[in-house]
């Protein structure tokens, strides 16, 4: 998962881009890049690291032109130390394509052998992304056959993309002289965007970063769907898939999406209320209401779903965990010890909100559950005399391959285990989970005009039906995870780590 941003204006784009990746900044912290094109040059700078250590002063007065596009990175695949595999990547011909990705090509590794035997073209790095790159300056070398470039060209380069191309993949790329294309997977699984202010369109992976810029968000980029924006601001539109479906991933909904993002139609924080509407009913099956005297949210982006919940039961809502804002985010770390110890080192309980208190915690979804049992721990260490969990998400049983940087399935604490096992091993004294047939219709209900949803990490269905045990296997060994020393970038090391 990755956050990318696109502009052509008749002014500068620099700080504009840069302000658009601050506001997606939730969706990647590894790296940040940003390339902008002045008459037929690029300028480019990217580095490993937040928005704001990477671009200095001097590096945005490097970066001058109307036209321009960038990046924030989360790897999940590939080497997520190399600074070459910080996006932007760049190729020369034909005419100059540089490109931003968001997902993750579920056959990358076949397509990697046939763009260098059958394209004759040289990938350098390890990232699905540089692929994608070059087959579709592949196809639109094919398309062009040296003419000058039309928009109709760049449709039927992305038709071949999407013929060529599995896996979940929001891509906005930048063609010198020409202007700027987006386009988005058959089944729209990963977010894109698009709005305008005067003189100036936007694509984006979420809404806030277009609101957030003083831009109109005017619709997404429809599954399938390419986007071309010549260099005088004009917006040509095709579908350029053969079929296309409308199945994007739930779990920008459950976790990933700021809350003021609205993703397909759908508001995340009114899909978040409705969790917690569902996961309401629930509880009440499991626990009797009045034997929990508080719901207390684990930061940052289970409050919605903990506050319906509270509501609906009539049972006080606090806040009980106070997030340290200025301590590194916590990453999977060498060794129980360390790990335990940042979380305490992010999260720290308020004692009287716990003490002699039966108390219901509510979380967005529960991965490993290490991190779930040091936080029942420190609600215990508080005072509480009953700890109860409740996720406002199912149990995540299965390996994703979209683009999320999801454990292999062994690392999960709810694959092949029973709730009864996975509540022993959290150590919690109840643990409720939401049905996933009722989170899919509790989102799902926000717009009819779904066709369904990527929800593989819960029930195990790929919605590309091109994945095999051996690709997850494969996926697994490439999978981007900590060296000794070094911090896990994966957002799911932390539950709730929404803001940085």
Do not use: W
Request: charged share 20%.
């Amino acid at each position: 998962m990755c956050g990318i941003v696109g502009v052509v204006s008749n002014a500068p784009v620099n700080q504009l881009i840069y302000d658009a990746l601050l506001l997606l900044q939730h969706r990647g912290q590894d790296a940040a890049g940003i390339a902008t094109q002045q008459e037929r040059k690029f300028f480019m700078h990217k580095a490993k690291g937040m928005v704001r250590d990477v671009f200095r002063t001097r590096n945005m007065r490097a970066l001058p032109g109307n036209c321009g596009l960038g990046q924030v990175r989360y790897p999940t695949a590939g080497n997520a130390y190399s600074e070459e595999e910080a996006q932007p990547f760049y190729v020369n011909a034909p005419f100059g394509i540089v490109l931003v990705h968001n997902g993750n090509l579920t056959n990358a590794q076949a397509l990697k052998a046939e763009v260098f035997l059958t394209d004759h073209r040289h990938i350098n790095t390890e990232s699905d992304s540089e692929v994608l790159l070059n087959v579709l300056a592949h196809e639109l070398d094919k398309a062009t056959r040296g003419l000058p470039l039309k928009p109709e060209d760049v449709f039927a380069a992305v038709r071949q993309v999407h013929r060529r191309v599995r896996g979940s993949y929001a891509v906005i790329a930048m063609i010198a002289g020409h202007g700027l294309l987006a386009f988005r997977d058959p089944f729209g699984i990963r977010p894109l965007c698009m709005g305008t202010s005067p003189g100036t369109v936007m694509l984006a992976s979420e809404s806030v970063a277009l609101e957030g810029t003083a831009h109109k968000l005017e619709r997404n980029v429809e599954p399938g769907e390419a986007i071309f924006v010549d260099l005088q601001g004009t917006v040509h539109a095709q579908q350029c898939a053969d079929s296309s479906k409308k199945f994007p991933c739930i779990f920008e909904f459950v976790y990933l999406a700021r809350p003021d993002s609205v993703l397909d139609g759908i508001s995340v924080y009114q899909a978040r209320l409705n969790l917690g509407e569902s996961l309401a009913k629930r509880v009440v099956s499991t626990v009797p209401p009045n034997e929990i005297d508080v719901v207390i949210p684990i930061p940052e982006s289970s409050r919605p779903s903990a506050t319906r919940l509270a509501h609906l039961l009539g049972i006080p809502y606090r806040e009980g965990f106070v997030k340290n804002r200025y301590v590194g985010r916590t990453f999977i770390m060498p060794g129980q010890a360390a790990r335990e110890k940042s979380v305490r080192q992010k999260l720290n309980a308020i004692g009287s909100e716990f003490k002699g208190r039966n108390v219901l915690l509510v979380d967005d979804s529960i991965v490993r559950g290490t991190t779930s049992r040091e936080i029942v721990q420190m609600a215990r260490d508080a005072g509480a005399n009953k700890v109860y969990l409740a996720s406002a998400a199912p149990p995540v049983r299965y390996p994703n391959v979209y683009g999320i940087d999801m454990p292999t399935k062994d690392e999960l604490v709810a694959h092949d285990r029973s709730v009864e096992q996975i509540r022993e091993i959290i150590g919690c004294d109840a643990l409720i989970y939401q049905d996933v047939d009722a989170m899919k219709k509790a989102i799902g209900s926000l717009n009819p005009q779904l066709a369904g949803f990527d929800a593989s990490c819960f029930d195990g269905v790929y919605v590309t039906g091109d994945i095999t045990s051996d690709d997850i296997a494969r996926m697994n060994q490439q999978r981007v995870g900590a060296q000794e020393g070094e911090e896990d970038t994966s957002r799911l090391a932390l539950p709730n780590a929404q803001e940085v």
